[in-house]
T-cell receptor, first 116, second 114 residues
Framework: AQSVTQPDIHITVSEGASLELRCNYS??????LFWYVQSPGQGLQLLLK??????LVQGIKGFEAEFKRSQSSFNLRKPSVHWSDAAEYFC??????????????FGTGTQLKVEL | GAGVSQTPSNKVTEKGKYVELRCDPI?????LYWYRQSLGQGPEFLIY????????DSGLPNDRFFAVRPEGSVSTLKIQRTERGDSAVYLC????????????FGEGSRLTVL
């Protein structure tokens, strides 16, 4: 069965500093990997996804993530954090469902706080 | 509307009562998902609809939980004989059937069982 581990429950960074959120996955085949962000009062929003090809993927809001098969990791990065990035971030691994669609297994999330 | 709509946004009920939560997906999305998010946890898969049929209900915790999507659009999650442990945010998402299709999530229905 697939699983996702996000080892950091809370992370605090200063505005303008770089950010890396860790994600490790367990999956028997080539994984579909996702990062979602959840802000208070808003639904989960997709930041980026990896299916195949280039292992460095670019997403919205200046985020990027790198797939490393040898480490079973898909860490999320941003060079310079903005105060508006404060939110909860979820890594997920997907399995294709019969008839289409994706069954996502989420990690427990990392709460990001940004200090001004 | 443009996004996934869920109602009610908040529901407080008493232990043992019956609850219905509604999801209106993005128009044209044939795939619909229900997830449950407990405090401090990530969303957990409950059930997946492809059109009108439940293609995968492996995440439903027990037979008190049931979901329908009779016309292939709006879906209702039904919880019978609610228990305090059912308290959570219930999330609905929709997508196209492409394997790489993005799941679009609603804001969720927060259920509190007293």
């Amino acid at each position: 069965a697939q699983s996702v581990t996000q080892p950091d429950i809370h992370i605090t960074v200063s505005e303008g500093a770089s950010l890396e959120l860790r994600c490790n996955y367990s999956y028997g085949a080539t994984p579909y990997l996702f990062w979602y962000v959840q802000s208070p009062g808003q639904g989960l929003q997709l930041l980026l996804k990896y299916f195949s090809g280039d292992t460095l993927v670019q997403g919205i809001k200046g985020f990027e993530a790198e797939f490393k098969r040898s480490q079973s990791s898909f860490n999320l990065r941003k060079p310079s954090v903005h105060w508006s990035d404060a939110a909860e971030y979820f890594c997920a691994v997907g399995a294709t469902l019969t008839g289409g669609g994706n069954k996502l297994t989420f990690g427990t999330g990392t709460q990001l706080k940004v200090e001004l | 509307g443009a996004g996934v709509s869920q109602t009610p946004s908040n529901k407080v009920t008493e232990k043992g009562k019956y609850v219905e939560l509604r999801c209106d997906p993005i128009s044209g999305h044939t795939a619909l998902y229900w997830y449950r998010q407990s405090l401090g946890q990530g969303p957990e898969f409950l059930i997946y609809f492809q059109g009108t049929g439940a293609a995968d209900d492996s995440g439903l915790p027990n037979d008190r939980f049931f979901a329908v999507r009779p016309e292939g659009s709006v879906s209702t999650l039904k919880i019978q004989r609610t228990e305090r442990g059912d308290s959570a945010v219930y999330l609905c998402a929709s997508s196209t059937t492409e394997a790489t299709g993005e799941l679009f999530f609603g804001e969720g229905s927060r259920l509190t069982v007293l």
